[in-house]
């Protein structure tokens, strides 16, 4: 990126048209104040002198205000622009409520203060005034977070009251997808700004495989808005500027009083453990497979070696592992097998299975 030198920048600046209109306030101001200084050091015992050190005076002040108050203001306001820039904006929504209240109580309590005796009746207002107007602005940014509540539960009455929360994970996962599709969960779908910011910067990461996954989930996204099936909102509001995505989520999903869909087996877990509804994703594949009974005669091909000696592993069609005792001289093979029994872990469901052949009658 080509840098500019400071004269050309300069030149921009002195071309700026609200620039010029600071040239004139920096006159203005450096005339009224050189005035009142040349009058002040001038002898009013010689008025042949007087007046004209006072223009002398006005006249130099002046010129140095108008070259010089451009560049002033302009290094203050941009500075001023990067601060404003910095606060996340539920801070200065909660800090411009918090003036109108201090104005309000300031108001409220100026008549009887200005009842005082002098010179308390003309300080005591003032004083009450800025004691207010920073009371609550300090009161109301602290507890910025109860503000966004009332904010989205007044919001609640024109929207469904019902909406769902989705992570990165059950972004990036996909099945989102396909479980819209089916019309089971017809409830709004939420996507943070936060979370999209975390889903772009795993798009753009330098590692191939995060980089696929990142763009696998934007995909997801424009799936779901182009084929229209579930409304899907990016919700601008940043709660804590210093916590990580879950558990901004977390705080998100507590203040707003809705449930959050991941595929994140942590997340669900610490959610549920500060009372927020969790919904994995996994756990409703899970759910939604046919229970495998012992004694049940299946199909499948022996993809890999067992733990254990003389092991095959298979899979079924929804993705249940079938350990199958004696099969590992059969990898490679489409194979009928008998359930011997079932077992529910944590990472979903798995059977264990003997070959047909070979089963006891």
């Not at 005076?57 to 990067?82: C, E, H, K, N, S």
């Not at 772009?200 to 980089?211: G, L, T």
């Amino acid at each position: 990126m080509a840098r500019t030198d400071p004269e050309t920048q300069g030149r921009h600046v002195a071309r700026s048209p609200v620039d010029r209109v600071l040239r004139y306030i920096g006159l203005v101001i450096g005339i009224v104040l050189g005035w009142q200084v040349g009058a002040r050091v001038a002898d009013p015992n010689q008025p042949e002198y007087w007046g004209p050190l006072a223009i002398l005076v006005a006249v130099v002040v002046g010129g140095i205000g108008f070259i010089i108050a451009p560049y002033i203001t302009v290094r203050f306001v941009r500075w001023l622009r990067r601060k404003i820039a910095a606060v996340p904006p539920i801070d200065v929504v909660a800090a411009g409520i918090g003036l109108v209240v201090g104005g309000v109580l300031s108001s409220l309590l100026a008549l009887p203060a200005s009842l005082l005796p002098n010179p308390f009746g003309q300080i005591v207002p003032f004083v009450v005034a800025v004691i207010a107007c920073v009371l609550s602005v300090f009161v109301l940014v602290l507890q910025k977070e109860e503000l966004i509540a009332i904010l989205l539960r007044r919001g609640a009455v024109r929207e469904p009251e019902e909406r769902l929360l989705l992570d990165t994970s059950v972004i990036i996962d996909g099945r989102i997808v396909e479980l819209m599709r089916t019309g089971l969960v017809r409830f709004p779908l939420v996507v943070p700004r936060f979370v999209l910011r975390e889903l772009q910067s795993i798009a753009n990461s330098d590692d191939p495989s995060r980089r696929a996954r990142g763009r696998r989930g934007l995909d997801a996204l424009e799936r779901l808005q182009r084929e229209g099936r579930a409304s899907v909102d990016v919700l601008d509001v940043e709660v804590d500027e210093e916590s990580q995505v879950d558990n901004k989520l977390i705080q998100l999903a507590r203040l707003s009083r809705y449930s959050i869909l991941t595929g994140d087996q942590n997340l669900e877990r610490v959610a549920k453990l500060q009372g927020v509804v969790a919904i994995n994703i996994n756990s409703v594949a899970q759910a939604l497979r046919p229970p495998v009974i012992p004694g049940e005669v299946l199909e499948l091909d022996i993809v890999q070696p067992g733990r254990e000696l003389g092991q095959g592993i298979g899979y079924l069609e929804d993705g249940t592992l079938i350990v199958v005792e004696e099969g590992r001289d059969r990898v490679g093979s489409h194979v009928k097998v008998i359930v011997t029994r079932t077992l529910q872990t944590g990472t979903g469901r798995m059977a264990f299975a003997q070959l047909r052949d070979e089963a006891p009658v």
